[in-house]
């Protein structure tokens, strides 16, 4: 009989119901279409990292992660991508030589990272070739095959420079202009450049500091008094057939390195390993466990692009806690709706709350009958909120949201214009239940404050 | 006078309520002493304000006397708490009230049924007894109304179907008949009448009434809360 009271009671006043459950749906909507935006943003961040600049898995030197200097390479590249391109997961692998220069240009000075990049390669992992924005006349038929960078009829070599770049320091395809940098002796490079095209990645951060270069050429010149310069890099960038494997494959890759990083560091003699060098051959011996302690001698080591870019793990746990305050504020506004409502469903009863009492039901009865009538109210709304939000999502999942009109801003967070928000089915329950026991909560002020009342005052009132 | 017994079952003695005692008393009741003897039918009377309704409110268990002590059924209900008085009152007394008080969203038979359902009556039990007491009201064809499909007087006498649905010891009705015309009033008494010799229910009507008063076979007089006369007819 209550549960039949309580269910009638709420619809008495079908306005006012129908007004708190329109309040729960756009509530419950809120909430599943802002943490799956927010998931949508973190994956874009992620996907923009991967696509344009860190790729899935990267090998260093380990001091070059350390300080970027470009003396801390990788020897003997060819066989170093020949024994990753073993690994079964890996579906692309390519190197990059990678240094920190200046760009001179007839309108200024900046600092850049150049990225010496096999076009080939990098159509595979970063789509470089479909980032140019614009590209020569005379070699725009050369972009399908990845040959931007091969004009015979050039003198000079050719760069890419991106859009951001290109504003500010006034550069226009076919400008020439300089980069300056030490090479592996320590001497300071100039070589000239002729732009060849203007990129426009996406990712805010790195547009802003890169130019591409044929990493042929910048070897030549990097490497200058090398045997071979094209087997040497700095990065290795690998892309894998399934994301969830990136942890696998790096650890198998470390352990596929050459020999001397099979070596267990604990079987390793101290004065062997030397510090700052690019290529270390460390015999095996087995050595006390004070030198055990010394830096991970590995000449070439794998890393996720979660450990390449701890960024990535800030914006996620950002994400979190500004999605988590503003679900706070959500449901802190439903909370006061739903009181308002009941609280004014009890005033207006009084009398008749009263009279039951009266009549034999217990204060705890008409307690629950005020809990159950606002739990009816969520449990209409919640699952319309929940269709609704997945409908939201299901379609905004797969023609996207637009962020354009606001692309300097979300370029910036190294986002792409264009958010697809998705959200797993846990969360669809632990909103659900959230907003369930929000109603719980809610429902508790005016349930206590119909248990306060004396029948005989209760009667009494008009 | 009383019909089987003359057992008293509601004893009230030296009964003061005093509101607001603090700031301005006001002396509702002052030292009401009165014996109430099962299977009476008896009408409090008095002039607004004269302490009626806060006595009937009093017997039911609803409002606590400042002073004094009401014995029901050998209980003194002083000495119960607020939920043994809830169950209680379920359990022997009903309430009919001025404004008939029916639970909106319940249709009549519901409506009935109601108390029954907090005392744990089953099914069975309450269909036959709720069919028994809408009929004896005169509203077996419409035990399926709701409250507002239905007039005044049918209201009330729902309300005494309710009143009576948990088989009480009383039943106390303030002003029942106060919002109801001559003929709702008279049917209304005859139903009430019936049942308290059919059913050997005590009814205590708190009254302006004179129809009411007419019919009742003892009438006590309240006059600034104290009791002014105490007739049998």
Request: some cysteine.
């Amino acid at each position: 009989m209550l549960i039949k009271i309580a269910w009638r009671n709420i619809w008495r006043s079908r306005t006012r119901s129908l007004v708190v459950i329109g309040a729960i749906i756009i509530g419950v909507w809120a909430v599943l279409f802002l943490v799956g935006f927010s998931t949508g943003m973190v994956n874009s961040i992620i996907v923009s990292s991967i696509e344009n600049e860190l790729s899935h898995i990267q090998i260093h030197n380990p001091h070059f992660l350390k300080d970027k200097e470009a003396k801390y390479y990788l020897k003997d590249i060819d066989q170093l991508v020949a024994t990753v391109e073993q690994n079964p997961a890996v579906v692309q692998a390519g190197t990059r030589t990678l240094i920190s220069g200046m760009l001179i240009s007839a309108r200024g000075v900046d600092g850049v990272q150049i990225r010496g990049v096999d076009p080939k390669a990098e159509a595979s992992l970063t789509q470089l070739d479909k980032k140019i924005v614009q590209l020569q006349d005379s070699i725009s038929d050369k972009r399908q095959k990845s040959q931007y960078f091969t004009d015979k009829k050039q003198r000079l070599p050719s760069i890419l420079v991106s859009k951001n770049m290109a504003e500010r320091l006034k550069i226009k395809v076919r400008h020439k202009l300089r980069l300056r940098f030490r090479n592996i002796d320590g001497k300071d490079v100039e070589m000239g450049f002729k732009v060849v095209g203007i990129y426009q990645t996406g990712n805010g951060p790195l547009d802003k500091v890169t130019v591409f270069v044929e990493q042929k050429t910048l070897n030549a010149n990097f490497f200058s008094d090398a045997v071979d310069p094209n087997n040497q890099a700095h990065e290795i960038a690998i892309l894998v057939k399934d994301i969830d494997d990136v942890d696998t494959t790096r650890s198998l890759l470390n352990m596929q390195m050459p020999e001397q990083c099979l070596v267990d560091p604990t079987t390793l003699l101290a004065d062997t390993v030397q510090q700052g060098d690019s290529m270390l051959i460390i015999p095996p011996k087995t050595i006390s466990k004070k030198d055990s302690l010394l830096p991970h001698p590995f000449i070439a080591k794998a890393e996720t692009f979660r450990e390449i870019s701890p960024s990535i793990n800030l914006h996620e746990s950002q994400m979190e806690v500004s999605t988590n305050i503003i679900i706070f504020i959500v449901m802190l506004a439903l909370i006061f709706g739903i009181i308002n409502t009941m609280l004014m469903a009890v005033l207006e009863r009084l009398r008749e709350l009263g009279m039951l009492m009266a009549v034999g039901m217990k204060r705890r009865q008409v307690f629950g009958m005020i809990v159950l009538e606002t739990l009816y109210l969520g449990m209409i709304a919640t699952p319309i909120g929940v269709f609704l939000g997945w409908i939201t999502i299901l379609y905004f999942g797969t023609f996207g949201v637009d962020l354009s009109s606001y692309s300097s801003g979300v370029q910036q967070f190294g986002m792409g214009e264009i958010i697809y928000p998705e959200l797993e089915f846990n969360t669809y329950i632990q909103v659900a239940i959230s907003v369930f026991f929000t109603a719980v909560l809610a429902a508790l002020y005016p349930a206590y404050k119909a248990i306060r009342l004396r029948p005989v005052e209760a009667i009494r009132q008009l | 006078m009383s019909n089987n017994n003359n057992k008293t079952v509601i004893t009230t003695k030296g009964v003061t309520k005093v509101y607001n005692p603090k700031t301005i008393p006001v002396h509702a009741l002052d030292g009401v002493d009165l014996e109430i003897k099962a299977g009476e039918f008896t009408a409090i009377v008095g002039p607004s304000g004269s302490g009626k309704t806060t006595l009937l409110n009093a017997i039911g268990g609803l409002d606590r006397p400042t002073e004094g002590s009401i014995e029901i059924a050998g209980v003194d209900i002083a000495t119960l708490s607020d939920g043994k008085m809830i169950e209680f009152r379920r359990n022997n007394i009903g309430f009919v009230f001025q404004a008939y008080n029916l639970i909106p969203v319940l249709t009549a038979k519901e409506n009935v049924e109601f108390v029954m359902l907090l005392q744990g009556k089953k099914k069975a039990a309450m269909d036959s007894r709720t069919k028994e007491l809408l009929e004896s009201v005169g509203l077996g064809d419409k035990m399926n109304n709701r409250p507002a499909q239905l007039s005044g007087g049918q209201q009330q006498r729902v309300a005494v179907a309710r009143a009576l649905a948990s088989k009480p010891q009383f039943v106390l009705a303030d002003e029942p008949t106060a919002n109801l015309d001559s003929k709702s009033t008279a049917n209304l008494l005859d139903i009430m009448a019936r049942l308290n010799k059919e059913e050997n229910i005590t009814f205590i009507f708190s009254t302006h009434d004179q129809r009411v008063i007419d019919r009742a076979r003892r009438v006590v007089t309240l006059v600034d809360g104290k009791v002014f006369s105490d007739e049998y007819k």
